[in-house]
């Protein structure tokens, strides 16, 4: 009986010590599993560069709509940076002005134009009640005598002239008891004496006229444009008294502008510049011309030499003040590179980047160093060869996949 329990007994611990062994091993293999699926799973590593390198599946490459292109060979022309500020060109604006002393009225059936308003070339904006000063009456009035005694006396002399000139006539025509020197120089005198009373009759009318309108007999003075743009400047508002000459309104377009840009200090040029490409900071994509007016008198902030440029902005808003880079056009060999599509570029980290397939399921993403924008692209002098394929549609997703996998501990 003793000798039956104890093989019961060693049986079971036997089976007791099967189930540990069974259940360890067990365990292993399930961690080693668990190891292999783990390391299988891991998307994100590095290239021999140290770029990150994202292994992508067919499906996202379908879902991200992935496009690739080859790159291509490109090149810049020898070129130097500046930086400067859009100012407005002073021949694109217009100030309204005051014709005489008065009050400002608004125009009738509109309103007192606001800054920002666009007011069309010939269209009355405001109303000026004319009014006398005693100095003012006293001027016009002796204008008037004095053109009204000179349109007397030239009279008298005119009706001279034609009795003269008449008289030489009749006694040339008489087997030229006059001379034909003498009729020709009575005749000029007497256009002359014509001409005189006339600019003496428009100087009566002219006076009288302004005295008339400023007494108040034909009403308020319309005040028009003589060219339209967008108020800019208001200097006056309806009731003011105004002053002859007086500022009312100022006018501009931004059609074209003046980009003032300067080199930095020390910066020595080695051509003449003639041209610039010019872009407004934000708005790298639109890239305009720049044609040189002048060299400007240099900045004392800034020290280098100072260049004002003529820009058409077609279809880009610039207004006076926004900032700007200048890519001044020097002589000289052009710069070797290629272009990258702007589809193509991401931003991360305040930098550029781009992604390259490097295999079916590959992409590795480098950075754009030392990059250029241009009409086409951005102009990359090194990092990335012609041939290579470059990411031109899907980049921006494959960049929130690769941080994804990067939270999710899929990075080697």
Do not use: C
Not at 138 to 145: E, G, I, W
Not at 268 to 281: C, D, F, K, Y
Request: hydrophobic letters at 45%; zero cysteines; aromatic letters at 4%.
């Amino acid at each position: 009986m003793k000798k039956l329990e104890w093989a019961l007994g060693i049986a079971f611990a036997a089976a007791i010590a099967a189930n540990l062994a069974w259940a360890v091993v067990s365990i292993h293999k399930a961690e080693a599993k668990h190891e292999e699926e783990h390391h299988e799973a891991k998307r994100l590593s590095h290239d021999e560069a140290g770029n990150p390198l994202l292994t992508i599946s067919k499906e996202m490459q379908e879902r991200s709509a992935l496009k690739v292109e080859e790159i291509k060979e490109a090149s810049l022309p020898n070129e130097i940076v500046a930086y400067g500020r859009f100012q407005e060109d002073p021949s694109r604006a217009f100030t309204l002005r005051s014709p005489a002393a008065g009050l400002a009225r608004a125009a009738a059936g509109r309103e007192w134009p606001r800054l920002g308003e666009t007011l069309a070339a010939g269209a009355p904006v405001a109303t000026l009640q004319p009014r006398f000063t005693p100095l003012e009456r006293v001027d016009l009035q002796a204008r008037l005598t004095t053109a009204q005694a000179e349109v007397a006396a030239t009279t008298a002399s005119l009706e001279a002239s034609k009795a003269a000139f008449e008289r030489i006539k009749t006694l040339n025509a008489q087997d030229k008891a006059a001379s034909d020197r003498a009729l020709q120089e009575a005749d000029a005198r007497l256009k002359g004496e014509t001409a005189k009373l006339k600019a003496a009759t428009e100087t009566v009318s002219a006076v009288d006229a302004s005295i008339t309108a400023r007494a108040g007999a034909t009403g308020p003075i319309p005040l028009s444009l003589e060219r339209g743009g967008e108020v800019v400047e208001l200097t006056a508002q309806p009731g003011e008294a105004l002053e002859s000459g007086q500022a009312v309104l100022r006018v501009a377009t931004f059609d074209r502008l003046l980009a003032k840009v300067a080199l930095p200090s020390g910066t020595r040029l080695t051509g003449e510049v003639r041209a610039a490409r010019i872009l407004p900071l934000g708005r790298e994509d639109r890239v305009l011309e720049g044609k040189r007016v002048a060299l400007a008198a240099s900045d004392p902030q800034l020290l280098g030499d100072t260049f004002i440029f003529s820009v058409e902005a077609g279809a880009t808003p610039l207004r006076p003040g926004m900032a700007l880079t200048a890519y001044l056009q020097l002589p000289g060999d052009a710069a070797k590179g290629v272009l990258l599509p702007r589809s193509a570029i991401v931003r991360q980290e305040g930098a550029l980047w781009a992604y390259v397939r490097t295999a079916e399921d590959k992409v590795t993403r480098r950075p754009v160093e030392g990059a250029v924008p241009t009409e086409a692209g951005w102009f990359v002098p090194a990092g990335f060869k012609a041939g290579e394929a470059l990411v031109v549609a899907g980049a921006q997703q494959l960049l929130s996949e690769e941080l994804k996998a990067k939270i999710q501990g899929e990075e080697e």
